[in-house]
């Protein structure tokens, strides 16, 4: 009983020490519709999300990101997953991990990008998260 509870002791210390936050969003998009403005093929929306705590988040490709329209979104596998249809790709902007004051940006490939308010969530392997809202 006792591992347990030290187990449960020490998650609950690294949910505490860790905190995320979503600075921007932007999409592939320019008057008012879907550009592919880098060529790319592909329609792309990308999120930056910075780690805002003071403990290291493992497993980037275990974030779960959940993006669509506002009221129409959906989670969106991870490369590793699938890269067929929607899926997202990460890279660490400013650090070789995702440690703390490093950025993580998120690309969404094939993005189910439509006019009006976007919708996304990105929660972390150990459950902390943070949420954003902009229009197109």
Not at 43 to 48: N, P
Not at 73 to 78: E, K, S, T
Not at 107 to 117: D, F
Request: zero cysteines; glycine letters at 8%.
């Amino acid at each position: 009983g006792g591992d347990a509870i030290a187990s449960m002791a020490d998650r609950a210390g690294e949910r505490i020490r860790s905190q995320i936050a979503i600075v921007h969003a932007a999409a592939e998009w320019q008057n008012g519709a879907p550009v592919d403005m880098n060529s790319s093929g592909d329609l792309e929306a990308y999120i930056w999300v910075k780690n805002i705590g003071d403990a290291r988040i493992a497993a980037v490709e275990r974030v779960d990101v959940f993006f669509g329209q506002e009221g129409n979104f959906a989670r969106i596998p991870h490369a590793s997953e699938s890269t067929s249809g929607t899926y997202w790709q990460a890279s660490i902007d400013n650090a070789a991990e995702w440690t703390p004051t490093a950025t993580l940006r998120i690309t969404i490939r094939n993005a189910p990008l439509q006019a009006g308010r976007q919708f996304v969530k990105v929660v972390a392997p150990n459950g902390v998260w943070d949420e954003y809202f902009w229009s197109l």
